[in-house]
C-alpha cells in the first residue's frame, strides 16, 4: 500500500487510540511529532518505542506504521520534493550543503531515536503547533514563514543528530559503491563484517543487513559466501595455487579451514570438486 499525496505540504493532526493505517509506504515525506501518548513505531523492520515529544522521519522508501498502546496525539507534517524546490531561493547558504532531503533519506536517523534536550524539546513542540495554527487559517504550502519553520525543524534534527554523532551529510550508500567495496576487499574478512562495512559508509550495523537485503533481494551473508565461494572454485579449477595459497588469500586461518569451509557449503571436497568438474 503506497500512500499518495499532490499538494507540496499537507499538515495532518489526529488523536487515536487504533493507528488507522496497515503498514504502508508513501510517494511524499513525513515529519512525525507524538504531542501525547506512547506504542511502538515500525520502520523498515525495525521496532522503536515512542513517547510524547519524539519526532520521526520517514522518507518515500520507507514502510511503516505505528503500533499504539496508550492513547496518541500524532501530528503528520508532509511534504514532497517539489516543496523544497519551489523554495530554494529562500535556502540559507548554511544548509545547502545538507538538504532536507538528504536528512530525510538519512536511515541513521530513522533506527537511532533523536532525544531532545532543552530548550530544544520546548523549542520543536512549540514550532510543531505554530505550524498547526497556522494551518487552520492560511495555505502552508505557499507561505514563506511556515517554510522557515519547516527549516528550523531541520535544524533541530541536525542538533539532536551531533549529539548522537550521527552524521547528516550522507544518505545511505549507492548499490555500486556498496558492491565494490564488497569486491576490494572480498580477501580481508575483517572489513567485510558488518559493523565494518556498516560504519564504513554510515550505515547503523543494526539497519544494514535490512538494508542490504530489501535493495540486493539475498542476505548479506548469502551475497558473500556466494562470491566468496565463485572466487576460490575458480581457483581450484584452474590450478595454479594450492590450497594453502588460497585459503591465505581469503583470511582462512589454514588449509583445513579452508577445506571444512568449502565442503560445508557446496556438500563436496574441494578435490571432489576439481574431478567433477573436469569431468
Known amino acids: 500500500m503506497k500512500r499518495k499525496q499532490f499538494e507540496p505540504l499537507e499538515i495532518d493532526t489526529f488523536e487515536t487510540s487504533v493507528f488507522p493505517f496497515p503498514k504502508h509506504s508513501h510517494t511524499y515525506y513525513e515529519l512525525v511529532y507524538i504531542f501525547k501518548g506512547c506504542g511502538n513505531h515500525h520502520i523498515n523492520q525495525i521496532v522503536i518505542p515512542y513517547k510524547a515529544g519524539d519526532l520521526y522521519l520517514v522518507s518515500p522508501d520507507d ?69 498547526i495554527n497556522y494551518n487552520e487559517f492560511h495555505k502552508v504550502s505557499s507561505s514563506p514563514m511556515i517554510f522557515f519553520q519547516i527549516l528550523s525543524l531541520f535544524g533541530l534534527i541536525r542538533e539532536a543528530s551531533s549529539k548522537l554523532n550521527l552524521p547528516t551529510e550522507k544518505s545511505t550508500p549507492q548499490k555500486e559503491d556498496l558492491i565494490s567495496y564488497i569486491h576490494r576487499n572480498i580477501y580481508n574478512p575483517e572489513l567485510i563484517r558488518i559493523n565494518t562495512i556498516a560504519r564504513h559508509f554510515n550505515i547503523s550495523h543494526t539497519y544494514f543487513s535490512a538494508y542490504f537485503k530489501r535493495n540486493f533481494e539475498m542476505s548479506y551473508r548469502k551475497y558473500i559466501t556466494d562470491y566468496k565461494l565463485k572466487l576460490i572454485e575458480k581457483r581450484i579449477f584452474s590450478g595454479q595455487m594450492t590450497m594453502k595459497q588460497i585459503a591465505y588469500e581469503f583470511g582462512f586461518t589454514d588449509e583445513s579451514h579452508l577445506t571444512n569451509y568449502f565442503k560445508k557449503q557446496n556438500s563436496v571436497s574441494p578435490t571432489d570438486f576439481k574431478f567433477l568438474n573436469v569431468l
Open 63 to 131: 514502510e511503516h506504521y505505528f503500533e499504539i498502546k496508550k492513547n496518541t496525539k500524532f501530528c503528520f507534517i508532509k511534504f514532497n520534493d517539489s516543496f523544497f524546490e519551489n523554495n530554494k531561493h529562500l535556502f540559507p547558504d548554511t544548509l545547502m550543503a545538507t538538504s532536507p532531503i538528504h536528512i530525510m533519506r538519512n536511515n541513521l536517523l530513522k533506527e537511532e531515536k533523536l532525544v531532545f534536550d532543552e530548550p530544544c524539546k520546548t523549542i520543536l513542540r512549540n514550532t510543531v503547533e505554530n505550524i
